[in-house]
């Protein structure tokens, strides 16, 4: 398996505040990895940071290219996508008017094929593709907003808290999706504070505290670590 991200020894901050530190992490083609760790760990902001919404220290490279020289849309075009942890959709806009946005970066021609991908993969927003983004149920808002970061064809699809106040049933058909991605060649990097959930499907992980990974190895290690056990699968 050929590496796809690589970040190496990555800092970020807010001023003065480093919320992300000294973080190495890597993402080959065709895997699941998550990084799993408590509110305020600094995921998200590591997620952005590697989108380039905000700005690191440190090396970063995405298929090969170096991602210092890369803006957000350059990203974007080397198959980089962030679904964000709120979802950001245009509530008075309807399914498919939301997915088209996710396509711009696609020849026109391409387009009825990520339309026919993404409806595959989520027969409901196909269901309910005329109906305004802003009346859809919180797990039809996430298939969504994921629909539309599938529409432009990444190749590595990062998601922050996918399944943030989402009912089990919903949760469960969305990390089954999740799995079904990787089946057609995208690579994911999921970012969950559902840490039982995440690391049934991941094939690796990374666990954060206080803006640094304090372990990492194959899903099933941490899951079987007795202090992940202990923080957090408790609960769920
Ligand atoms: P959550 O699951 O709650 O979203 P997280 O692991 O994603 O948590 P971050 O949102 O990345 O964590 O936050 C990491 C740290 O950075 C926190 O201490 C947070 O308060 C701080 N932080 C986040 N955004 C900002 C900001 N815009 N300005 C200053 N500090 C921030």
Request: no cysteine; glycine share 8%; charged share 20%.
């Amino acid at each position: 398996m050929s590496t796809l991200l690589k970040v190496t020894d990555v800092h970020v901050a807010y001023g003065k505040v480093e919320a992300v530190r000294a973080v190495s992490l890597d993402v080959a083609d065709n895997e699941i990895v998550t990084i799993i760790g408590a509110n305020g760990a600094g995921k998200t902001t590591l997620l952005n940071a590697i989108m380039g919404i905000l700005p690191l220290k440190g090396a970063a490279h995405f298929a090969g290219q170096d991602m210092a020289r890369l803006d957000i849309e350059d990203r974007v075009m080397a198959g980089l996508s962030l679904v964000p942890e709120h979802r950001e959709l245009f509530s008075t806009m309807n399914v498919e008017d939301n997915l088209q946005l996710g396509a711009f970066r696609l020849p026109k021609a391409a387009t009825a094929n990520a339309f026919e991908r993404v409806y595959t993969l989520f027969p409901r927003l196909k269901e309910r593709r005329k109906q305004l983004a802003g009346t859809l149920s919180g797990g039809e808002q996430q298939m969504l907003a994921m629909g539309r970061a599938l529409m432009g064809t990444p190749r590595l699809l990062m998601l922050d808290e996918p399944s943030l106040g989402l009912a089990p049933i919903i949760v469960a058909d969305i990390f089954r999706t999740i799995g079904e991605l990787r089946a057609s060649g995208v690579s994911v990097l999921l970012v969950e504070q559902n840490a039982k959930a995440a690391l049934q499907i991941a094939d690796r992980a990374y666990v954060m505290e206080l803006g640094e990974f304090i372990l990492n190895g194959s899903a099933k290690e941490i899951a079987a670590n007795q202090r992940v056990a202990a923080s957090y699968l408790g609960f769920q």
